[in-house]
């Protein structure tokens, strides 16, 4: 019997672009494999996406195209939350709060800030610089219990843990300390073109990203492109960034393992395992295609979906606000 308490897991994803290949399976499909294990909140962290400059009618269907994409994948609105960030004016309130409990020393060693301030000098913002404290208010309103983050967000998730930590020390029983979780099957997918970089919307080389919306024969166009070795061996391996993210990417969608890989294609060329790989994906991303234009077609729906949790957010965020508010002196 299902009496126990489920933990709660949270997490948040940029709608920055279009989802991509990597997206899925490196974050989007671990979330919808949780929602029975945990209580899940997830969300759209729209308000980090203007750290960097938006174009408004891009950014409107950005965030409309990830609401439907991600429902698309499985995210079901009966059992999880799914909302937007910016629809939730909590977020911000509590980001200011914590950057007052957030030091400036702190902030300055996180590497995505030193990265992106380095890619985008002439606009070094103070929204960037605090964006790990807004994570912070994500995570800590909603006393989240475990957070699935990439590698690439350990560091602000630590920082999250440390202001939560500093926060209880000064007023006691506030905030849950979160943790990290890590799946036992998530995909790190790294770009087509340069392997040695995870897979990004934001790579220069069009061929090295997969959008989870991209026509069958474009998927099989960059998967035939994608830049391998010369050994000309399936194999795992070290000095085979190429081949083992086609590796990786092939056993994500099949469920095979690399050895069951490396013995199917004993013996065969790139050209077939290529064609294999790509074939794979299209398959996979068919039904969430056709779910994702089923979704798009109907704007009330979606609508109905998100601020319906936009509104629940809202109260269960409401109440760690008003406990943090009121520990800290505010009448
Ligand atoms: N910063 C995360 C990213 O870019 C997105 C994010 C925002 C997030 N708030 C969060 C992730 C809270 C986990 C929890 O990937």
């Known amino acids: 019997m299902d009496t126990e308490k489920k933990q709660i897991a ?8 279009t989802i991509t290949l990597g997206n899925y399976l490196g974050a989007i499909r671990n979330w919808v494999k949780m929602q029975d294990e945990f209580d899940c909140i997830f969300a759209l962290a729209d308000l980090h996406t203007i750290t960097v400059r938006q174009e408004p009618a891009k950014m409107r269907k950005n965030i409309i195209d990830a609401y439907a994409s991600i429902l698309a994948c499985g995210i079901d609105v009966e059992k999880t939350l799914f909302f937007i960030q910016s629809h939730v004016h909590t ?10 409990y957030t030091q400036f020393g702190e902030l300055s060693r ?10 985008h000098a002439d606009n070094i913002n103070a929204g960037l610089f605090t964006y790990p404290s807004l994570m912070a208010a994500d995570i800590l309103l909603y006393q989240a219990d475990r957070v699935p983050v990439g590698a690439d967000q350990m560091q602000h998730l630590e920082l999250a843990r440390d202001i939560a930590n500093r926060f209880n020390g000064l007023y006691p029983n506030v905030f849950k300390v979160p943790e990290a979780y890590i799946p036992k099957t998530g995909a790190r997918v790294m770009s087509l073109q340069d392997p040695t970089k995870k897979m990004s919307k934001s790579d220069e080389n069009v061929n090295g990203c997969v959008h989870l ?9 960059k998967f035939k492109r994608a830049v391998t070795d010369s050994e000309a061996c399936v194999r795992y391996g070290e000095g085979k960034d190429g081949i083992n993210n086609l590796m990786d990417i092939y056993g994500a969608v099949t469920g095979l393992s690399h050895e069951q890989i490396e013995r199917d294609f004993d013996g065969k060329g790139y050209g077939d395992f290529k064609t294999a790989v790509g074939e794979a994906v299209v398959e996979a991303l068919r039904p969430v295609k056709s779910e994702y234009e089923k979704l798009i077609a109907d704007k009330a729906y979606l609508e109905s979906c998100y601020r319906k949790a936009d509104e629940i957010a809202l109260k269960i965020s409401s109440r760690t606000l008003a406990k943090a508010k009121k520990k800290i002196g505010f009448i």
Do not use: R, Y
């Open 10 to 17: 949270l997490s948040l994803i940029q709608p920055s672009g």
């Open 91 to 100: 977020h911000a309130e509590m980001a200011w709060i914590l950057n007052c």
């Open 110 to 119: 996180m590497t995505q800030f030193k990265d992106k301030s380095a890619k």
């Open 213 to 221: 919306l991209d026509p069958p024969e474009v998927i099989m166009k």
